[in-house]
Every structure is written in structure tokens, then in C-alpha cells.
């Protein structure tokens, strides 16, 4: 699976984005897809994950309320979409995806498969 981030961009603390992830490769029916991100000189940061299959999801307290994922299975694309966004939230954005049987909302990195190559998003104040 191979997995193509874009959307990033420089916004104003308050605004919006929408970033996209679109999957390519092998067919799946069942996965977690997931968004993570990174700040300079800080680890990386689980933000939010989506069941493929059901569409339920789990957001990082940070991100609660602002940030919304959402899937096109026709499409193979996920959505984040954030609003209210603040400068602590400028980081490079990563997709990632674990395919097969998946059971619960996956929050470490380690536990995903397969990566996107980052998008920057950057808030300014």
C-alpha cells in the first residue's frame, strides 16, 4: 500500500485546513488509517484513526473538537479536517494505514504499516 499525503500549507492561527491522504497499491477492506504528526524537535504525535471498514474514530485530546478525519472508499482517500488550528498545531502531518483485521483504535506509530511522506502544516500566530 502506498499512501500520498497532501493539503498542507501555512494558515492563520483560527483558520482551517483539510489535508488528504490517498491510498494506492493493494485492495483492502479492512484497516485502520491514521494521522500522526511532528513537530521540530519533538516526537512524533498521534492525532487521530479511522476504521476503514466502519468509519468510527479516535482523536488525541490535543486535537478533540477541532479536527475531524473522515474516508472515501471509492475515492481510497481519508480526510483530516481542521479548524480552530493554533501554532502549537504546525508539524509535518503523516498518514499511515495498518491493513488487515483490526479490532481497536491503534495510537502508536509502531503499530502502522505503512507511511505516507509528510505534509508540513504551519500556524501562524
Known amino acids: 500500500v502506498q499512501l500520498q499525503a497532501s493539503g498542507g500549507g501555512l494558515a492563520q492561527a483560527g483558520g482551517s485546513l483539510r489535508l488528504s491522504c490517498a491510498a494506492s497499491g493493494r485492495t483492502f477492506s479492512s484497516a485502520a488509517m491514521a494521522w500522526f504528526r511532528q513537530a521540530p524537535g519533538k516526537d512524533r504525535e498521534f492525532v487521530g484513526t479511522i476504521m476503514w471498514s466502519a468509519g468510527s474514530t479516535v482523536y488525541a485530546d490535543s486535537v478533540k473538537g477541532r479536527f475531524t478525519m473522515s474516508r472515501d472508499k471509492a475515492k481510497k482517500t481519508v480526510y483530516l479536517q481542521m479548524n480552530s488550528l493554533n501554532p502549537d498545531d504546525t508539524a509535518v502531518y503523516y498518514c499511515?494505514?495498518?491493513?488487515?483485521?483490526?479490532?481497536?483504535?491503534?495510537?502508536?506509530?509502531?503499530?502502522?504499516?505503512?507511511w505516507g511522506q509528510g505534509t508540513q502544516v504551519t500556524v501562524s500566530s
Open positions: 499511515a494505514a495498518r491493513v488487515g483485521f483490526v479490532y481497536r483504535a491503534y495510537r502508536q506509530s509502531n503499530e502502522y504499516d505503512h
